[in-house]
């Protein structure tokens, strides 16, 4: 769903939008497992900007998306030590401004305000409603989920789920390089008389 100025002129749009799964791509260990309802309001805030001094531009208004709304659904992540899948379910809500590319002019380096650092960019052409969800839903995440608090992960050596099974590798002899520290710790505990 493109929302643009034009569309805001008159009144705010409300939308009530469904993305179904796999409608977006969101990261390669990421999967949408059920529909995506999103509803929300996009409002246009426009900005009256001064003459700047320092390009000696003129004075212009810039029109601004403000963009509020509230989506929900289910997610499958990777486990962040086995790698299986992990149902997570997402739900959130956001307040965000978006500001036309063209608004910014300068060149060079310039300091922002503490504001401006809240503050997107979209397209002239306008804000695709997909991309702002894409991104708070990524947001949403946790940054590492387990399928379970005692999840045992992969062998380092042969990659087997030991949750499902045991490997092997166990009686694979330890790199013979460490041999000459073996006993060090015996060696370095003081004697007790």
């Known amino acids: 769903m493109l929302i643009t100025p034009i569309q805001l002129v008159e009144e705010p749009l409300h939308f009530d939008e469904t993305i179904a799964p796999g409608a977006l791509d969101y990261a390669p260990d990421v999967r949408q497992i059920t529909p995506l309802p999103i509803k929300g309001q996009a409002d ?15 004075a212009h208004d810039v029109n601004d ?8 659904a289910g997610f499958e992540v990777q486990c962040g030590r086995c790698l299986e899948p992990v149902q997570v379910p997402v739900e959130g809500d956001f307040d965000l401004i978006f500001r036309p590319n063209s608004a910014e002019t300068y060149s060079g380096e310039h300091a922002i305000t503490p504001d401006e650092t809240e503050i997107g960019y979209y397209q002239d052409s306008g804000l695709l409603l997909e991309d702002v969800v894409r991104e708070q839903v990524l947001l949403s995440l946790p940054s590492r989920i387990l399928c379970k608090p005692d999840c045992q992960g992969l062998c380092p050596r042969c990659g087997q ?4 099974a045991k490997c092997s590798c166990s009686s694979v002899p330890d790199d013979p390089r460490w ?5 060090l710790a015996e060696k370095l505990e003081p004697k007790h008389k």
Request: net charge positive.
């Open 44 to 58: 246009l805030v426009v900005e009256h900007h001064g003459a700047d001094p320092f390009t000696r531009g003129a």
């Open 65 to 72: 998306i403000r963009l509020r709304a509230h989506f929900a």
């Open 161 to 164: 789920n030991l949750n499902q």
């Open 179 to 183: 041999n000459a520290l073996a006993g």
